[in-house]
């Protein structure tokens, strides 16, 4: 159940990060949406967006990791270990339905006055804009896939080793260059332009450093162990309750030794009161 449970806590934080993400991408156009709400909701609906951006979902789903440890003071490093294989997995299945939707669409290939797309054999149409587009959602998929390999190998051969992070480590490295890279025969403008860069390149190259990080670092050393290892604080709690414990047993007995030591001193005096009498 408890591992049921960590799943249910990183599909829900995915998908909440998810959505925030995209909304914070196109918040311009939608808060531009906002005054048809009252007035014509049909216009407020075909202006306002809806989406989600897997960069949101991937953090989204490691906070989950962080919340469920820290709330439960379950140690799950190995969860995390071993989960990170499958997020290419699940992502590849993702692109596989943006092929299918037309969303995440390459960069339209140019055409000649035939209509004909000047490169042939390397455009796809896409329906969903009528135009000739690089099929950039398989590529990526592609790459998914063999990212979803070598993760899955290099786990198993770490099976046996405490580098709880290294997966992750690799995982953000091998992504971050192909998402950097994919992201320049992206066609939709959708997901935001910062300067030179997508809001997903710039993600990109902050994952990097972060993946080198986990790949150099020792666990035991690393910054995500207070995150991920969240039994460690039900142990510091535990000892910090035998101690209470220990402390208030040794305050009993000595409030019971004083008792003791006060009666005793009170029955003296007594004792030599009634010899006087009988003297």
């Not at 003071?73 to 590849?92: G, N, Q, Y």
Request: net charge positive.
């Amino acid at each position: 159940f408890s591992r049921f449970l960590f799943l249910v806590y990183c599909g829900a934080f995915g998908a909440l990060g998810a959505a925030t993400l995209f909304q914070l991408t196109v918040l311009k156009n939608n808060i531009q949406a906002l005054p048809y709400l009252f007035t014509d909701f049909q216009e407020f609906l075909n202006r306002f967006s809806f989406g989600l951006v897997f960069y949101g979902g991937m953090f989204g789903i490691f906070v989950g990791f962080m919340v469920y440890s820290q709330y439960f003071k379950e140690d799950t490093r190995d969860w995390v270990r071993t989960s990170v294989a499958s997020i290419p997995l699940f992502h590849f299945f993702g692109r596989l339905g943006c092929t299918v939707g037309g969303c995440c669409f390459g960069k339209v290939v140019e055409f000649q006055d035939t209509g004909k797309p000047l490169i042939k054999g390397f455009s796809v149409y896409n329906a969903r804009i009528g135009a000739y587009c690089i099929p950039i959602q398989p590529i990526e998929a592609a790459g998914l896939l063999v990212i979803f390999i070598i993760l899955l190998v290099y786990t198993i051969k770490q099976k046996n080793k405490k580098e709880y992070y290294r997966t992750m480590g690799l995982y953000f490295i091998l992504y971050g260059i192909l998402r950097f890279v994919v992201e320049f025969f992206r066609g939709d403008l959708i997901r935001g332009i910062w300067g030179p860069f997508s809001t997903s390149q710039w993600i990109s190259l902050i994952l990097l450093p972060i993946g080198i990080y986990c790949l150099a670092c020792p666990a035991k050393k690393s910054i995500f162990e207070k995150w991920f290892n969240g039994a460690q604080y039900r142990k510091s709690d535990n000892t910090k309750n035998a101690t209470k414990n220990e402390a208030g047993k040794a305050e009993a007995e000595t409030n019971e030794d004083g008792a003791e030591g006060a009666a005793k001193n009170t029955k003296e005096p007594a004792e030599n009161n009634g010899g006087d009498n009988e003297v």
